[in-house]
């Protein structure tokens, strides 16, 4: 099986969005695996604190206005587009009015609080996300997931859509970074079996925690990377037994992604 098509679902990119090592990552790996004429697609949330007009976003109305019903409440999609500056790259941003484009904040509000709906931003993104591959009538080989809000990524695509023929072929990766948080969500698991996931399927979110989410991303990607060292106390024995490889934002960077990828699609050749 040939490597031709790779989806990067992100929480950040720069120069759009720049909180983290994310956005410095998600920026440049997309754009080397273009220049080796891979067919990319960029997916992230449309942040409130993303200027429209300063980073020339419009909408994309064809992909725009599927309606998302989580924990009884509907919710509309909104995707928007731009072009990377000096690029042939495109970014979709993925939104929604009430769980993001009202907030100008990314995870916590002014006063530094975690939003308390962090969870359901989540769950919608990760659904609008697919949602909208579906409208793009696109297949991916490789989907590469990073940080945390793409966690339940994994999960629906092995599950909750799996008889759909676009979610049929796709190698997951999830890459982790040290952008953590304490706040649990006790009514996660609840929320994400609402939306059609088997209560089987939800077993690793049963406390809500950062550490349940980064087990369910890990449970369900056919390889999981590290993005950095990851020292923060939330990971503490999180790996016991499992080696992680660790591809940190060197100058071998793409090439070890590269060669991830190929490996991926064809695990009996040497690259």
């Not at 990524?153 to 859509?161: R, V």
């Not at 994400?192 to 925690?209: C, H, P, R």
């Not at 990971?235 to 992604?257: A, S």
Request: a negative charge; one cysteine or more.
């Amino acid at each position: 099986m040939s490597l031709q098509r790779i989806l990067y679902v992100a929480s950040e990119i720069a120069p759009f969005l720049e909180t983290s090592l994310v956005s410095n990552c998600v920026r440049k790996l997309p754009e080397a695996m273009q220049n080796r004429q891979m067919d990319v697609r960029i997916i992230v949330p449309k942040f409130g604190i993303i200027n429209d007009r300063m980073n020339r976003l419009h909408e994309v109305l064809r992909l725009s206005g599927t309606i998302v019903s989580i924990h009884e409440v509907q919710y509309a999609i909104s995707v928007k587009v731009s072009t990377i500056p000096n690029t042939r790259l495109q970014v979709y941003f993925i939104g929604n009015d009430d769980l993001f484009g009202n907030r100008k904040a990314v995870f916590k509000d002014a006063y530094n609080n975690f939003f308390e709906d962090n969870d359901l931003r989540m769950i919608f993104f990760c659904t609008a996300v697919m949602e909208s591959l579906k409208k793009l009538e696109w297949e991916a080989d490789i989907v590469h997931c990073h940080d945390w809000i793409t966690s339940l990524i994994p999960l629906f695509w092995k599950k909750l859509y799996k008889n759909h023929p676009l979610f049929t072929k796709a190698k997951l990766i999830s890459t982790i970074y040290n952008n953590t948080f304490s706040h649990h969500f006790p009514f996660l698991a609840e929320k994400v079996a609402k939306i059609g996931v088997a209560n089987e399927d939800t077993a690793f979110l049963a406390s809500g925690s950062f550490r349940n989410i980064i087990q369910l991303a890990m449970h369900y990607s056919d390889i999981v990377v590290r993005g950095e060292k990851l020292d923060a106390t939330e990971f503490k024995d999180l790996f016991t037994g499992q080696d992680l490889p660790l591809v940190e934002n060197d100058d071998l960077y793409n090439e070890h992604h590269f060669k991830m990828y190929a490996h991926l699609m064809c695990p009996d050749l040497t690259f």
